[in-house]
């Protein structure tokens, strides 16, 4: 028993992708750049790979996450697939079911159910989405709990059914960056997934809140986290730091209200931030890991060491998909190295 609690585990590392779409090319080359990296991190040893839903962004091509999932997975044999996640208050909990019970039925035992309870775009196109506004903030945990008896087992008074999706325990996962959906997870009994590749800011507090509530489910009988981080690796500290100026601008310009193409790298970002903005930008990537192999080796072992996550999540908006393709290698590099006892 002392054995078994001593035993260092390794601990997997994901890919999210939110199939950028760089300034001169088109969503076809973002998704065919996506079966790419989705094909390299299945050779590489990424555990899963997950897809994020967001709308009337011109530089995310993400948007229709199933059917894109359905692409990724034709063209992998091995790797986990899902979204990272599917906003479900844009979705009736019936349509998701039957969409992820499609999945799941053409790719079994690789698809992932990972839901937000973000709008994932601005007002006026939330507004274009949804039948109605007129939810409240008790739907999302009634919707989560409508998928789950969707995927579960018939019951014999249950009057609608998934079609595929019934029976087949497609696994859920919640994800967010505040207590909200950590509370819920842990009362569910969820996996769940922490976006601190965004909005680090209560980190520590939402993983400690999860786990400290956490109730045994049938899916999951121990807490579950998974932390996402953005990760930008080259052969040089240098030039990973001239790769992550296309993120950084891509947030200056989320901030601005004008989100657009990802913008190449430039060598010098003063010129184009006011002082407010780079405070802010520099807030909200804080967390990033940029380097090296020797930098993003430490910077993944420390994040293990103070997240102490039971999985590592890799977000990498990279403008030169050759130069993603390193990133994500370089990344996968050290992964044999990330073990907690």
């Not at 993400?62 to 997975?73: D, E, I, K, Q, R």
């Not at 006026?124 to 039948?131: E, F, K, N, V, Y």
């Not at 380097?291 to 999540?313: F, P, V, W």
Request: glycine share 8%.
């Amino acid at each position: 028993m002392d054995d078994e609690m001593t035993e260092n585990t390794q601990v997997p590392l994901s890919v999210l992708d939110l199939s950028p779409i760089p300034q001169g090319a088109k969503a076809r080359d973002a998704f065919h750049a996506s079966l790419d990296l989705a094909q390299h991190a299945e050779k590489w040893g990424y555990q899963r790979y997950w897809l994020a839903e967001h709308h009337n962004m011109t530089g995310i091509g993400s948007a229709a996450t199933s059917v894109l999932l359905g692409y990724l997975a034709a063209g992998t044999t091995s790797l986990r697939l899902g979204s990272g996640g599917v906003m479900l208050p844009n979705h009736a909990p019936l349509v998701i079911a039957e969409q992820f019970g499609t999945l799941e039925s053409l790719y079994p035992g690789r698809i992932d159910l990972g839901l937000g309870r973000a709008p994932g775009t601005d007002q006026r196109t939330m507004m274009a989405l949804r039948r109605h506004l007129s939810g409240d903030v008790d739907d999302f945990p009634r919707d989560v709990q409508e998928l789950q008896r969707y995927f579960g087992d018939v019951q014999p008074d249950q009057a609608v059914q998934a079609v595929p999706g019934q029976g087949l325990h497609v696994p859920i996962w919640l994800l967010g960056s505040s207590l909200y959906s950590a509370q819920l997870a842990a009362k569910l009994g969820l996996p769940f997934a922490f976006a601190s590749h965004f909005a680090p800011d209560m980190l520590f507090q939402v993983l400690n809140l999860y786990r400290e509530n956490f109730t045994p489910s049938a899916q999951c009988q121990q807490p579950y986290a998974l932390v996402c981080v953005n990760v930008i690796a080259a052969d040089s500290d240098r030039d990973a730091r001239f790769l992550f100026t296309s993120m950084q601008q891509q947030f200056i310009n989320l901030r601005r209200g004008s989100p657009g193409p990802l913008p190449p790298p430039v060598d010098n970002l003063h010129a184009l931030w006011s002082a407010g903005e780079q405070y802010g930008v520099e807030q909200a990537l804080r967390m990033s890991i940029v380097g090296s192999e020797g930098t993003i080796r430490h910077g993944l072992q420390t994040l293990l060491r103070e997240t102490d996550a039971d999985e590592i999540m890799v977000n990498g908006q990279i403008f030169d998909h050759q130069a993603r393709l390193r990133s994500f290698e370089i990344v996968a590099g050290v992964k044999n190295e990330l073990v907690k006892g």
